[in-house]
């Protein structure tokens, strides 16, 4: 139906730079707003940044803003994250969700990407 798939994880040292995509494919694409959100071992998942499909309103864990950017290219049908100045807390698998309408749930998740930050 819906697929999201997640890519450009990696190891990266402290202080260096990823660019996460998520690729959204199937049939009778919906979307209002999308998210990413990470997991680290040990933690719970947490909110990272969030974008509106049509308007391009974003939002930003509070850790992250001025480093992370998202962004989403709608004739593509990708959401990424750009992701600089990266820290090892940011250690984590990070995962690409949609919600389709205001209000509603993620009713669609990728698979994730891993992202490795070392000192």
Same mark, same amino acid.
Request: aromatic share 10%.
């Given at each position: 139906?819906?697929?999201l798939?997640?890519s450009?994880?990696?190891s990266?040292?402290a202080?260096?730079?990823l660019r996460?995509?998520?690729a959204?494919s199937?049939r009778n694409l919906?979307?209002?707003?999308m998210s990413?959100f990470? #997991?680290a071992?040990?933690k719970?998942r &947490?909110?990272v %940044?969030?974008?509106?499909w049509?308007?391009?309103? +974003?939002?930003?864990?509070?850790?992250?803003?001025?480093?992370f950017?998202?962004?989403?290219?709608?004739?593509?049908?990708?959401?990424y994250? #750009?992701m600089?100045?990266l820290?090892? &807390?940011a250690? %984590?698998v990070?995962?690409?969700?949609n919600?389709? +309408?205001p209000g509603?749930?993620?009713?669609y998740w990728?698979?994730?990407?891993?992202?490795?930050v070392?000192?």
């Amino acid at each position: 139906q819906v697929q999201l798939v997640e890519s450009g994880g990696g190891s990266v040292q402290a202080g260096g730079s990823l660019r996460l995509s998520c690729a959204a494919s199937g049939r009778n694409l919906s979307s209002y707003r999308m998210s990413w959100f990470r #997991q680290a071992p040990g933690k719970e998942r &947490e909110f990272v %940044a969030s974008i509106t499909w049509s308007g391009g309103l +974003t939002s930003y864990l509070d850790s992250v803003k001025g480093r992370f950017t998202i962004s989403r290219d709608n004739t593509k049908n990708t959401l990424y994250l #750009q992701m600089n100045s990266l820290k090892p &807390e940011a250690t %984590a698998v990070y995962y690409c969700a949609n919600v389709r +309408t205001p209000g509603g749930k993620y009713d669609y998740w990728g698979q994730g990407t891993q992202v490795t930050v070392s000192s």
